[in-house]
């Protein structure tokens, strides 16, 4: 059973280590609360890396879209010129058959029989009818062809008019990712720009810090293209981030890649999700400069490794094209060219 002890009345130095415990408990107090206002900003940050994700996600969908929509209006415009010189072969064939037709109803359009029995020499008669037999199974044989144009010339125009709808699908979801892009972008920069400058700062050094465990190899490029594609990459340095852009003034991530192997007369599918596929996928420890770097589960960001555990890529708007950490983010592949 416990005791009960009254408290006796407090000395004034005891009423002076309470003040100063309560002062110590106020500092605890107040320092517990540093991380707590630090929370907006760190929440900012990732807020900005999340923007910046989605955007690019969104800017490598604008950018296949538009390749297909590219991809559709060439073969609109190859579809078309069939059309038109299968249209100009249709009109000759008519043009034939009325020519034939017309000669047969010049020549009377009398029946075999009595055209034999007035015929002053039927020698001469069944000579024409050999002849007129011939021509008439030419002309049979023309509308045959004729009627096979014509059925071919009204496939092509279906399967254009099908085209030019999915051309106008494609269009319009360009659009709209367009502005999904647009309004990532503008939140993005509008947080960024809330950001105290040292905490702006803080945010690019994380985007560029490197994994240890990630880090590449050195080595020469693996090819005379792979070298030739480097080079052009270093040419790009300091150019501008522009989403959907793929140069030579300003690049986004999959725009780079693809204009520097160009540049050595390799051509790459427009995205970083189908560069992933344009070659042989290698481990990262077997990296040689020129080989692509893929970044993220979807794909998303691509970048070309240069040697010794860097690589060259456009990260983001404001931030133009430069040398960073192989392991700045997740690396889902690379592959070589």
């Not at 039927?122 to 023309?142: C, F, M, N």
């Amino acid at each position: 059973m416990g005791s009960h002890r009254r408290i006796a009345p407090s000395s004034g130095s005891d009423r002076g280590a309470v003040v100063a415990l309560g002062l110590l408990s106020a500092a605890a107090t107040a320092l517990g609360a540093v991380p707590a206002a630090a929370t907006p900003s760190a929440d900012a940050r990732a807020e900005v890396d999340r923007l910046y994700r989605e955007a690019e996600k969104a800017t490598e969908a604008y950018n296949a879209a538009d390749e297909r929509a590219d991809a559709l209006r060439r073969r609109i415009a190859h579809a078309q010129d069939r059309i038109a010189r299968q249209q100009e072969h249709v009109n000759t064939m008519r043009e034939s058959l009325g020519a034939l037709a017309g000669a047969q109803y010049r020549s009377g359009g009398y029946d075999p029989s009595l055209a034999l029995l007035l015929a002053e020499d039927p020698d001469d008669y069944l000579d024409k009818a050999s002849v007129l037999d011939r021509i008439t199974l030419h002309q049979a044989g023309e509308l045959k062809r004729l009627r096979g144009a014509l059925r071919s010339l009204a496939q092509d125009r279906a399967e254009t008019a099908g085209e030019l709808g999915a051309l106008d699908r494609n269009r319009r979801a360009a659009a709209a990712h367009k502005r999904t892009v647009e309004h990532k972008l503008a939140q993005a920069r509008r947080l960024l720009n809330s950001l105290p400058a040292g905490e702006r700062a803080a945010w690019d050094r994380a985007s560029r810090s490197a994994r240890a465990d990630l880090t590449g190899p050195g080595g020469v490029p693996a090819s005379a293209r792979a070298a030739a594609a480097v080079a052009a990459a270093r040419t790009a340095l300091g150019k501008p981030y522009v989403w959907g852009a793929n140069g030579p003034s300003g690049f986004d991530c999959s725009g780079l890649t693809q204009w520097s192997y160009a540049q050595a007369g390799v051509a790459l599918p427009r995205t970083s999700q189908a560069q992933r596929y344009a070659g042989r996928q290698i481990p990262l420890s077997e990296a040689r400069p020129g080989d692509l770097v893929v970044y993220r589960s979807d794909a998303s960001h691509v970048g070309m490794y240069v040697g010794n555990g860097q690589v060259i890529h456009a990260p983001y708007p404001g931030a133009p094209v430069r040398y960073d950490p192989v392991g700045m983010m997740p690396v889902s592949s690379v592959t070589r060219v």
